[in-house]
Structures are given as C-alpha cells and as structure tokens.
C-alpha cells in the first residue's frame, strides 16, 4: 500500500512539473536579416500563447549569449488568459568577431512572484561572408606507387562576398 501511495504522489508531482512548463507555447518567429552578420543588428520576433489554465502575470526576458548582445536588457510583464497570444520584439548586436556558424539566443519566462525559470533556446544562423569550398583535387602521377612522390593539385573557389587573404590549408591522411 506504502508503494503504491508513493507512485500515486511521484506522479502527482511530475504532472505538476509537467503542467508548469507548458502553460505557454513560445515559438520564434523570425529573426531579421536572416541569416544575421557579424557586425550587424537583427530583430527577433517570438510569439507566446497561454495553452494551459487561467489568466496568469509572467515575466518574461532574454538570455545573450556570445556572440550575441541584447539591446533592451530586462524583465518584461506580460498578463495571457488561455488563448491570448503576444508578441515580443528584441533588438541584438552580432559581435564583429563572429564565426560562421549558429549562435544561441535564450527565451526565459516565470509565472509573477515565482523563482524558477523556464527556458527555452533557439537557433541564430550567422554568416560572416567567407565560404570557401574545394573545387577539385588531382594528383601527377594520378596513380601514387608506394614510395613514389607525387605533386598535388588542389583547387579553392571562394563563394563567399568578401575577399580572403593568408589562406591555409591542411591535409589530413587519416
């Protein structure tokens, strides 16, 4: 019976859990320019929509992380009764430095008084302007012999728009 009361309560609990990070549906619904640059400003537009219970006050903000800097730093009140939806703007700097690659912003919201945040991360892609790609590789001899050198011939095409300069390149034989 002592197990059974306890599987009862464990479940009690992780519904309860479960019913607390779902109350709001939080999707991103574009970021502009898209993909963002290194240097640049963006916008981020989200969308959060009360899915579950009665009208509640939350409080709502944004995580930076590298190599993204919020501009409107702080916590937001938003007040959604089952059904409402709103939408929230945030304005982000991409440092200068950044690589090609996607960066990670966090949306964070709380119920009003409560401590505990309920967070959320989405996607940024980030292109910097440099793509450069192999074209074609060959070797002379095209037959390598054991032992035998060979000269290799490999050629780079630069797809990106902006010029690149002191290229390396490394070769791995594994």
């Known amino acids: 019976m002592k197990k059974v009361l306890l599987i009862f309560l464990l479940l009690m609990v992780s519904a309860f859990s479960v019913h607390a990070a779902s109350d709001l549906d939080v999707r991103l619904v574009e970021y502009d320019p898209d993909p963002v640059e290194p ?3 963006f916008i981020v537009t989200f969308n ?4 579950i219970g009665n009208s ?4 709502v903000r944004l995580i930076e992380h590298d190599p993204f800097q919020l501009r409107n730093v702080g916590i937001f009140p ?3 009764g089952l059904g409402d939806e709103e939408e929230l703007k945030f304005r982000f700097d991409v440092d200068s430095e950044a690589d090609e ?3 990670i912003i966090t949306f964070a ?3 009003e008084g409560e401590t505990e945040w309920i967070k959320e991360d989405f996607d940024i892609d980030i292109d910097n302007g440099r793509s450069l790609k192999v ?3 060959s070797s002379d001899p095209s037959v390598i012999s054991k032992g035998e050198s060979a000269k290799l011939k490999i050629t780079l095409e630069n797809d990106g728009n902006i010029d690149l300069e002191d290229i390396r390149v490394e070769l791995d034989f594994n």
Do not use: A, C, F, H
């Not at 959060?48 to 899915?51: A, N, Q, V």
């Not at 509640?56 to 409080?59: G, I």
């Open 39 to 41: 240097g640049e400003k």
């Open 48 to 51: 959060i929509e009360k899915i």
């Open 56 to 59: 509640q006050n939350y409080e």
């Open 78 to 80: 938003v007040t959604l």
């Open 101 to 103: 690659s996607t960066g």
């Open 109 to 111: 919201y709380r119920v």
């Open 135 to 137: 074209s074609s590789v």
